[in-house]
């Protein structure tokens, strides 16, 4: 007779920081919050399975997160009632994007990059709306507002990019810096490309600059 091999529990952190192993706990201290986190990263249902509640997890499973009733059916399926009031969207978007994050940047550095992170226009959009002077940009092609002025853009898997200017000198003008990012059509090409040299010119002539002064001080010597 086989022998059903030993499962290792482990704990999840649910409200005001207890940390749970049994499913009675769970529902004990449920926080809807942290509990959609768990769901949306595959620890909810791993643990689950831990503690021999698959049933649950075959419900769980079931969920994509973009129902209309998603709260209603995920704590259904855990057997707790919960009466919270959150941004549950927001919640499943964060939680995501924190999993596609963590092929850039450890674990402790999630909740700094989380929030200034866009892989959709419209969260782009709100960023620049929200002030955030550095915004990563994950993947995608993202059009760069007009209104956009003073921000660090940081691009992450090769996003693309277009910029919606009139001229070199009226993109200078708004002082946007570009990192790892790739122009998403020639004009934007044009303008970026423009930029690189113009950059690459003014540093040979601070070179140039020096050394002329270089030369100078030292024909004052002789």
Known sequence: ???RRKKIKFPLEMKDGVKVRELD????????EKAVEYFCSGKLQTWLDNVYASEIVEELNSLTGEEEDFVEKFTDALGVNCDEEIDVRKIIHDAFLKEKLKRFYPEERMGEIVGNTADTQETFEQLVKEGHKKIYLLSGIFSIPKSMRRVSLIGLDSPKVIIKA???EE?????????DILPADEETEKIMFHEELSISA???LDILDAYLQKISQEGEIC
């Open 166 to 168: 009139q001229n070199v």
């Open 171 to 179: 993109f200078q003008k708004k002082n946007i810096e570009l990192t």
């Open 1 to 3: 007779m086989e022998r």
């Open 202 to 204: 003014k540093g040979l």
């Open 25 to 32: 706990e769970l529902r004990d201290y449920f926080d809807l």
